[in-house]
């Protein structure tokens, strides 16, 4: 059988052409021959405007995977019936955005490889592809209620978006500029300019060129809906929200540890990068606050800098949270009804907050209080799966943390009128705490709770230290509260409060039992080693961290705070279980080596600090 020549293909293409052949066996003869090489000549047919008005629809999946097609999609996009061929788009966005997904989740490795390669077009480029191709068919669309059919799109490109594509958000943003109608000067040249550059490059794609574009076959003319145009900007400006919430989600921006490094210098770790730096001197950190300038520019663009503060705080104060505002209704009479997403509200507050302080920018911020506003927000979006809504929304989290960060550090703590409960909101930062993947969210979560405690009044400092100290099942965050107690201690010292029950035996009296609680049933425990490790394996970082705080106040400096018979009564219930349990746990592992390899071997090589610690503790 002779080999088929690009010529001939092309041959074959250019005389099948209708009306030598019907529309569906043209199509075939497409498909069977459809190679890169035969791609300028299609693009050449495809100026025939009635042929690309009558097949286009269909050649959007037959050529989306082609490596260098976007000039044939153009041409469809651009002379193409628009109607049909905007929902064969989504129906092949959506399609290729659901096959990749399937792929990352269930492919080995080795098909993940494989499904990467070759010579089909990567799903990212796909999507920039399809979202220029959208551009341009929303712009010829004639017809009275263009909300609708926005509607579908936007709901469909947030679903296929992937946040951590750096070109996804470019597309994005620009499709959304678009659909607008707003134009922005070009670009500053900056060293992470590249992404923006494709931005541009996508623009001119869905610049949308009237002169060549076919008019919409089926234009309805006369008057539209005079709801339309308020429905239309809400449906941007909630689309741009989820998009906002999804970048955020998919893009460590490190915005607590940053505003924490920006506002407290004098906390830095000398000789370690900071998260400000990296943020300047790494190409892709750079890349990322990008975006995100341009995402909240976006913001504006669609009119949500307009929105009043008490707009704002309506939707933050939600509840339930609003997760997928674009799945529901529209009312052309009410079209605020459609509401924002929580999470992406507050990444764009919180936005706005952080570029006040770190880049001087200039953004009207909501009058909002950490109570009640900002307790009620974290309370609502943690909900009643707070470890879940943390892992699913870390980015939200981090929006939600830096909010509260900006909020002290400008002493709005209490609105006109607001009754605080600060055990309540101290109780969903430690959370934020405890369940955050990024150890400098984690750590940025633990210094905002400090100083919500410090703010409390005395009364309720006390409280919730005995509450942790007593109650809580982590103990990183028993921890936390021996520092906590450590630093009270300190402050009212500094202050010469001495009306502070901190600064006087009453607060050790209040804690002394939380701190150092009767644990002489270890002695009871005689030589059972393995009991023993158990209860030290779970309990030493506590521990080791209630060693030291007894070290500070037994101290010279501090020993008259402690009340009377305390230090003896320590050194019974405390000191000396702890010290016959290291004994018998040394002995144990002098014996049987095994100990150091089992979970408790990290536990077997703290005794020695322990010991030393509690030495170092002048009871008499």
């Given at each position: 059988?002779?080999?088929?020549?690009?010529?001939?293909a092309?041959?074959?293409?250019?005389?099948?052409?209708?009306?030598?052949?019907?529309?569906?066996?043209?199509l075939?003869?497409?498909?069977?021959?459809?190679?890169?090489?035969?791609l300028?000549?299609?693009?050449?047919?495809?100026?025939?405007?009635?042929?690309?008005?009558?097949?286009?629809?269909?050649?959007?999946?037959?050529?989306?995977?082609?490596?260098?097609s976007e000039?044939?999609?153009e041409?469809?996009?651009?002379?193409?019936?628009?109607?049909?061929?905007?929902?064969?788009?989504?129906?092949?966005?959506?399609?290729?955005a659901?096959?990749?997904e399937?792929?990352?989740?269930?492919?080995?490795?080795?098909?993940?490889?494989k499904?990467?390669?070759?010579?089909?077009?990567?799903?990212t480029?796909?999507?920039?592809?399809?979202c220029?191709?959208?551009?341009?068919?929303?712009s010829?669309?004639?017809?009275?209620?263009?909300?609708?059919?926005?509607?579908?799109?936007?709901?469909?490109?947030?679903?296929?978006?992937?946040?951590?594509?750096?070109?996804?958000?470019?597309?994005?943003?620009?499709?959304?500029?678009?659909?607008?109608?707003?134009?922005?000067p070009?670009?500053?040249?900056?060293?992470?300019?590249?992404?923006?550059?494709?931005?541009?490059?996508?623009?001119?794609?869905?610049?949308g060129?009237?002169?060549?574009?076919?008019?919409?076959?089926?234009?309805s003319?006369?008057?539209?809906?005079?709801?339309e145009?308020?429905?239309?900007?809400?449906?941007?400006?909630?689309?741009?929200?989820?998009v906002?919430?999804?970048?955020v989600?998919?893009?460590?921006?490190?915005?607590?540890?940053?505003?924490?490094?920006?506002?407290?210098?004098?906390?830095?770790?000398?000789?370690r990068?900071?998260?400000?730096?990296?943020?300047?001197?790494?190409?892709?950190?750079?890349?990322?606050?990008?975006?995100?300038?341009?995402?909240?520019?976006?913001?504006?663009?669609?009119?949500?800098?307009?929105?009043?503060?008490?707009?704002?705080?309506?939707?933050?104060?939600?509840?339930?949270?609003c997760?997928?505002?674009?799945?529901?209704?529209?009312d052309?009479?009410?079209?605020?009804?459609?509401?924002?997403?929580?999470?992406?509200?507050?990444?764009?507050?919180?936005?706005?907050?952080?570029?006040?302080?770190?880049?001087?920018?200039?953004?009207s911020?909501?009058?909002?209080?950490?109570?009640?506003?900002?307790?009620t927000?974290?309370?609502?979006?943690?909900?009643?799966?707070?470890?879940?809504?943390?892992?699913?929304?870390?980015?939200?989290?981090?929006?939600?943390?830096?909010m509260g960060?900006?909020?002290?550090?400008?002493?709005?703590?209490?609105?006109?009128?607001?009754?605080?409960?600060?055990?309540?909101?101290h109780?969903?930062?430690?959370?934020?705490?405890?369940?955050?993947?990024?150890?400098?969210?984690?750590?940025?979560?633990?210094?905002?709770?400090?100083?919500?405690l410090?703010?409390a009044?005395?009364?309720?400092?006390?409280?919730?230290l005995?509450?942790?100290?007593e109650?809580?099942?982590?103990?990183?965050?028993?921890?936390?509260?021996?520092s906590?107690?450590?630093?009270?201690?300190?402050?009212?010292?500094?202050?010469?409060?001495?009306?502070?029950?901190?600064?006087?035996?009453?607060?050790?009296?209040?804690?002394?039992?939380?701190?150092f609680?009767?644990l002489?049933?270890?002695?009871?425990?005689?030589?059972?080693?393995?009991?023993?490790?158990?209860?030290?394996?779970?309990?030493?970082p506590?521990?080791?961290?209630?060693?030291?705080?007894a070290?500070?106040?037994?101290?010279?400096?501090?020993?008259d705070?402690?009340?009377?018979?305390?230090?003896?009564?320590?050194?019974?219930?405390?000191?000396?279980?702890?010290?016959?349990?290291?004994?018998?746990?040394?002995?144990a592992?002098?014996?049987?080596?095994?100990?150091?390899?089992?979970?408790?071997?990290?536990?077997?090589?703290?005794?020695?600090?322990?010991?030393?610690t509690?030495g170092?503790?002048a009871?008499?």
């Amino acid at each position: 059988m002779a080999t088929t020549t690009t010529e001939d293909a092309v041959k074959r293409l250019q005389d099948s052409k209708p009306p030598a052949t019907d529309a569906a066996t043209y199509l075939t003869i497409i498909e069977m021959s459809l190679t890169p090489e035969l791609l300028p000549t299609l693009r050449d047919i495809l100026d025939d405007v009635a042929l690309t008005s009558e097949i286009g629809w269909d050649l959007v999946e037959m050529l989306i995977a082609v490596p260098g097609s976007e000039a044939c999609l153009e041409r469809v996009a651009h002379l193409g019936n628009p109607r049909e061929v905007i929902l064969k788009v989504l129906e092949v966005m959506e399609k290729s955005a659901t096959e990749a997904e399937a792929e990352e989740e269930g492919a080995t490795e080795g098909e993940q490889k494989k499904s990467d390669g070759g010579d089909k077009v990567p799903v990212t480029q796909q999507f920039v592809t399809l979202c220029g191709m959208l551009a341009v068919l929303h712009s010829r669309l004639k017809v009275k209620g263009p909300s609708r059919f926005l509607h579908t799109t936007l709901e469909t490109v947030y679903r296929s978006y992937d946040g951590g594509q750096p070109e996804a958000t470019a597309a994005v943003i620009a499709l959304t500029r678009s659909l607008s109608g707003q134009k922005r000067p070009p670009l500053p040249t900056r060293k992470s300019s590249a992404v923006l550059q494709h931005l541009e490059r996508t623009s001119s794609f869905q610049a949308g060129d009237a002169s060549r574009s076919a008019p919409d076959p089926e234009g309805s003319v006369g008057d539209g809906d005079a709801g339309e145009p308020a429905l239309v900007q809400r449906l941007l400006q909630v689309f741009v929200t989820c998009v906002l919430e999804a970048f955020v989600n998919a893009n460590a921006l490190e915005w607590p540890a940053r505003l924490l490094e920006y506002t407290y210098p004098e906390k830095i770790v000398l000789g370690r990068m900071t998260q400000m730096q990296a943020f300047k001197d790494v190409d892709d950190l750079q890349a990322r606050d990008s975006l995100i300038g341009q995402l909240v520019s976006l913001a504006g663009d669609v009119g949500l800098s307009k929105l009043s503060s008490d707009t704002i705080k309506e939707a933050l104060a939600a509840s339930p949270v609003c997760t997928d505002p674009l799945s529901g209704e529209l009312d052309s009479e009410q079209p605020e009804a459609l509401g924002f997403s929580t999470g992406g509200l507050a990444a764009l507050v919180a936005y706005r907050m952080f570029a006040t302080d770190l880049f001087d920018a200039q953004y009207s911020i909501p009058d909002l209080h950490i109570f009640p506003h900002h307790h009620t927000l974290l309370q609502n979006f943690l909900g009643d799966s707070p470890q879940d809504q943390i892992a699913s929304n870390p980015g939200s989290v981090e929006a939600l943390l830096v909010m509260g960060i900006w909020l002290h550090t400008q002493s709005r703590l209490l609105a006109p009128g607001a009754k605080p409960d600060f055990m309540a909101y101290h109780h969903l930062l430690t959370l934020l705490g405890v369940f955050h993947a990024n150890p400098r969210v984690r750590q940025s979560a633990i210094t905002l709770a400090g100083l919500v405690l410090h703010a409390a009044p005395e009364e309720e400092r006390l409280s919730i230290l005995e509450d942790l100290l007593e109650n809580c099942m982590f103990a990183s965050l028993q921890s936390c509260a021996v520092s906590w107690a450590k630093d009270e201690i300190i402050a009212a010292r500094k202050e010469e409060a001495s009306s502070s029950k901190f600064a006087s035996a009453e607060g050790l009296e209040r804690l002394q039992y939380a701190l150092f609680p009767d644990l002489t049933y270890l002695q009871d425990e005689a030589q059972d080693a393995p009991a023993l490790l158990e209860f030290w394996a779970q309990a030493w970082p506590f521990q080791l961290q209630v060693a030291n705080f007894a070290v500070f106040v037994f101290g010279e400096r501090y020993r008259d705070m402690a009340p009377a018979g305390m230090a003896a009564a320590v050194e019974h219930r405390y000191v000396e279980p702890l010290l016959h349990m290291a004994g018998v746990l040394r002995e144990a592992g002098a014996q049987d080596k095994s100990l150091e390899e089992t979970a408790g071997g990290q536990a077997m090589g703290t005794l020695d600090i322990l010991t030393d610690t509690l030495g170092r503790v002048a009871l008499q």
